[in-house]
């Protein structure tokens, strides 16, 4: 198999699923192995925390060594006080996986953020076909009013009854955002309130196209072990230091309300830093929000038909992603 015809067969591969099934192990493989053939792979980390400086215990890095093997795009390339919404991520990213290939080089796109995969797999719907234009003074005039009384109420209430609302007016979005991220909440109610369109219905309408194509790899891993898995690895970042990070972090001035520490783990470990709870509870919390986190993106990526699951060890897993890339090229 040369690079090619590799090319013919996929533009990219994507390895999706939930967190710690096992991706980064298994996308590591299987550079390894398209490296014996003569095929250099890059990664683009398509993961909405791993971006983050000083957060790396917490989100899982690969390791140093790992990011010296196969080159990595979007890890520690922000300060946890800035932002990087879906739409800039897959706009970022689509740019970095067009200059992978021009170099001659395969992409490996690896994460469990839906959002951020769909926005650069997929490419996102142009909001800004739907607004006004930001030069009109009754648009800022709006928008500077719904966004103070979303903030209000938020601050005042708490997200309970913003996603009520949300519930209300457009129950996809609600759907998706079960999470009850206050940012996307906020953003879909300002979008509905300034426009009268959910934001569901502007995704569909206006939605822009991606010139590569994408095999999906789904890397499954039974409920049962995943949940061990996930015990596992946060006993693991409790005595490899996530406290003692979230506390360097706030001792450099981060507030612990930035998006990047609304985070499973660092929100417990915050919790735990006040007081509020014990270092055993913060344990059990991250464990627990963990596994329920790993529940929503099963059910995110399970309704992707495009996924091709696969259950095995790594090495194993590597050797049946070659073997689809050849078949798929034998079925040209």
Known sequence: MNLPHLFHAADAIAFVGATAAGKTASSLE???????????????????????????IGTAKPSQAECASVPHHFIDCLNPDETCSAGEFGSRAASILADIRLRGKFPLIVGGSGLYLQALCDGMFDESAH???????EYNRLQSQIRSRLQDDLETYGIAPLYDELCRYDPVSAEKYAERNPRRIIRALEHFLITGVPLSQAHQQT????SFSTMFIGVACERERLYKRINTRTEAMFRTGIIEE????????????????????????????RGEISRDRAQELTAQNTRRYAKRQGTWFRRDNR????????????REVVRKLRRAEESR
């Not at 607004?131 to 009109?136: A, I, K, M, S």
């Not at 939605?207 to 991606?210: L, S, Y």
């Open 207 to 210: 939605h822009q196209t991606r």
């Open 30 to 56: 299987t550079a390894s192995l398209l490296a014996s053939e003569g095929i250099s792979c890059e990664v683009i980390s398509a993961d909405s925390r791993q971006c983050y400086r000083f957060l790396s």
């Open 307 to 318: 996924i091709h699951w696969l259950e095995a060890a790594p090495q194993e897993l590597a």
């Open 131 to 137: 607004l006004p234009t930001e030069n009109n003074d």
């Open 246 to 273: 979230t506390e360097a972090v706030l001792q450099m001035g981060y507030a612990p309300t930035l998006n990047a520490l609304n985070t499973v783990g660092y929100k417990e470990c915050i919790a735990y830093l």
